[in-house]
């Protein structure tokens, strides 16, 4: 009889996988699963989704769509009444039209940005992408082949891109610029005078292309007034693709509906990527995008100042921490705390804090609170918390946080 074969011998990932590994948000989230699940008591301020609930006029559309039989393949890049609701909703929110053919729909935001650079870049094409990052930015851009260029943004800035330094990372190779307003980690937005100086700079530069994610529009602050960079430069409108969803302002994170808007021949190309990857997004989560997109969006400001209350609470406790500094964000639901202030410090069992994945392990093992260490994001030393959880879970983690860092030496 044959020997059996050794699956995990012959198995040989492909190159392009090679150098991405498990995030580091993953990690830290699996650790802390483990440890919940042998009794310890686990704040986990990881989670990059809302608390709340998909409203019911929203799960009603979906049921409705399910009892009508809409349970078919749609279009390929989303259905036509799908799209006309997202025309509808750049023209209301944003001042912007778009063509039917300008816009696509994907099983969430993240994959318009894959379709995106699976259809725009080629080997050695540069992405330059400003950190603090979402990680999945750099990972999608090495994964098609293309150099991630990470430019760093200092909290002195708020955490933006300045117009120079953009300039500066410009190269004959740069495809495109990514940006994300407000930000995942740091909560930073920009402001129409923000956006000036990057917009001028690109305007010299006709071979670079924007890509914005817009996803966390409808989480703002402090009368901070939301703007999209097609809305502010009609001129670079031929080189802009703007992504959005509704996972983050509808609460439909697990619907995986995402979509954006560009210059048609982009859209198209993109679409040929879809077509051997995913085809359709889900028929039913379409539907429920159209009652999203299309009904009243009053819970949306309820739900922000309620964000807005748990920010301020977090904001204000980190602040009061010896060795802690933290910025208000003006969106999303993120803080991006700096702890330079603890780092060489020494724990209570005698280790000394190097890092901040020193910090946030030893929050973890000490304190029962999971937060993301900066580094992860591309920038260091900060740690990120999401305030998407209950004010009392978060009252009772920040106090945790406190009496870790007091017991450090």
């Not at 740091?186 to 990057?198: F, H, L, V």
């Not at 920038?379 to 106090?399: G, H, K, M, N």
Request: contains cysteine; aromatic residues 8%.
């Amino acid at each position: 009889m044959n020997a059996p074969l050794h699956t995990s011998a012959l198995f040989r990932p492909s190159h392009r996988i090679a150098s991405i590994g498990v995030s580091e948000i993953l990690k830290i989230s699996g650790l802390a699963a483990e440890m919940k699940r042998q009794g310890r008591d686990i704040i986990v301020l990881g989670a990059g989704e809302p608390d709340f609930d998909t409203p019911d006029p929203i799960k009603d559309a979906a049921e409705r769509a399910i009892r009508a039989g809409v349970t078919k393949y749609t279009a390929l890049d989303g259905g036509q009444e799908l799209k006309a609701a997202i025309r509808a909703k750049f023209k209301r929110d944003n001042e912007l039209e778009f063509a039917q053919d300008e816009i696509t729909v994907s099983a969430g935001a993240k994959q318009v940005l894959f379709n995106a650079m699976m259809a725009t870049i080629n080997p050695g094409d540069e992405v330059i992408i400003p950190t603090p990052f979402w990680v999945t930015y750099a990972d999608i851009v090495a994964i098609v082949g293309g150099t991630p260029v990470l430019v760093p943004c200092s909290e002195a800035n708020g955490f933006r891109l300045q117009g120079n330094v953009l300039e500066r990372a410009i190269t004959p190779r740069t495809r495109w610029l990514m940006l994300n307003s407000p930000s995942n980690p740091s909560g930073a937005a920009y402001s129409e005078t923000d956006y000036r100086p990057i917009l001028d700079v690109l305007i010299k530069h006709p071979h670079v292309w924007l890509m914005v994610d817009d996803i966390y529009e409808h989480i703002i602050y402090d009368d901070f007034r939301f703007v999209t960079p097609a809305a502010i430069e009609p001129a670079l409108r031929s080189r802009i693709l703007t992504v959005n969803g509704v996972s983050k302002a509808y609460a439909m994170t697990g619907w995986r509906i995402g979509y954006g808007a560009g210059p048609s021949p982009l859209i198209r190309a993109m679409a040929v990527v879809q077509s051997q990857s995913t085809s359709c997004p889900s028929s039913v989560s379409q539907a429920a995008a159209i009652e999203a997109l299309n009904g009243p969006q009053d819970f949306i400001r309820d739900r922000c100042s309620s964000f807005q209350q748990r920010r301020d609470l977090v904001v204000g406790a980190l602040n009061a921490i010896d060795g802690i500094r933290c910025r208000a964000p003006e969106g999303a639901f993120y803080t991006f705390a700096s702890c330079a202030g603890l780092i060489g410090k020494v724990t209570p069992d005698g280790q000394t804090l190097r890092s901040d994945t020193d910090f946030a392990e030893y929050l973890l093992r000490a304190a029962g609170v999971a937060v993301i260490p900066g580094s992860a994001f591309g920038l260091a030393p900060y740690f990120r918390i999401s305030y998407a959880t209950s004010a009392v879970e978060l009252e009772d983690a920040c106090q945790r946080i406190a009496r870790a860092t007091a017991g450090l030496s």
